[in-house]
């Protein structure tokens, strides 16, 4: 008999990032980059897509904060 649960993959919640600059950031700072995709409201502009976790959105949370704070 086999497993089914080991046979699937599954499906991780994907945050987008809009801005490059914070993906690069994101980049700096060891988070992997999932993929880029055309933004479809702005099709000069790219959409950064990356895995979710409390430790992304702390690092978001960093480069927002000095962004404001400069």
């Known amino acids: 008999m086999v497993n089914k649960n080991s ?6 919640d994907i945050v987008i990032v809009y801005s490059p600059r914070m993906a690069g950031y994101l980049m700096m700072r060891g ?8 933004n479809k409201k702005h099709p000069d502009k790219n959409c950064f897509s990356f ?11 960093d480069y927002i904060n000095r962004t404001v704070a400069v």
């Open 7 to 12: 046979n699937e993959k599954t499906m991780r």
């Open 51 to 61: 895995f979710e976790s409390p430790m992304l959105r702390d690092a978001m949370e």
């Open 31 to 38: 988070f992997y980059l999932v993929g880029v995709q055309p």
